[in-house]
């Protein structure tokens, strides 16, 4: 089946990105303070890119690891059943952990992570969402913090895809269809 065409709009430019992640990694960085070592956990793959500037931003020793779960495919909307495609290769029990999403829409990929995170034992476990839509929540979750609470548009960019395409945009964009 043919894709549908669409146009890309800006909706949050670079610019904008990274001067919030710049002033998120003061407040985690605050959080964490005394850390002997923060385990950032990136959940693949919308959040590559913003994992990568966020721990170039904080002021703490991270270890990286990476979580790959899924409930969308290549569909624009969710599935609602949340698939571990890879899980990490550390342990987390009695350290502080900080998951790195790229947007809460729904709510359950991010609920499904915390409950198989917190079964692990951190000492502290702490969210931040580059992109929030509350507007969708289906599951009654909320990211530590925030980087940019969005309208119900689908967006892509900042490693975000649709379909695996637009993943490299420097800017958050919002998909317009046209027929």
Do not use: C
């Amino acid at each position: 089946m043919p894709a549908r065409p669409y146009v890309i709009d800006e909706l949050i430019s670079a610019k904008a990105i990274a001067a919030r992640i710049e002033a998120l990694s003061h407040q985690i960085a605050a959080e964490f303070a005394g850390t002997e070592k923060l385990v950032v956990v990136g959940l693949l793959r919308g959040s590559f890119v913003f994992i990568a500037d966020l721990v170039r931003e904080l002021d703490l020793p991270v270890e990286v690891d990476f979580l790959e779960a899924s409930s969308y495919g290549d569909a624009t909307e969710s599935s609602r059943e949340v698939r571990i495609l890879k899980d990490l290769r550390g342990q987390i029990e009695g350290r502080d952990v900080l998951v790195v999403e790229d947007i809460v829409d729904t709510g359950y990929t991010l609920s499904y992570v915390i409950k198989l995170l917190q079964n692990r034992k951190p000492a502290k476990l702490r969210t931040i969402a580059l992109l929030d839509k509350p507007s969708r929540r289906e599951v009654a979750i909320r990211a530590d913090w925030i980087g940019f609470e969005i309208p119900d548009e689908f967006v892509v960019g900042y490693g975000i895809d649709f379909a695996q395409a637009n993943r490299n945009l420097p800017f958050i964009g919002k998909v317009k269809f046209v027929d």
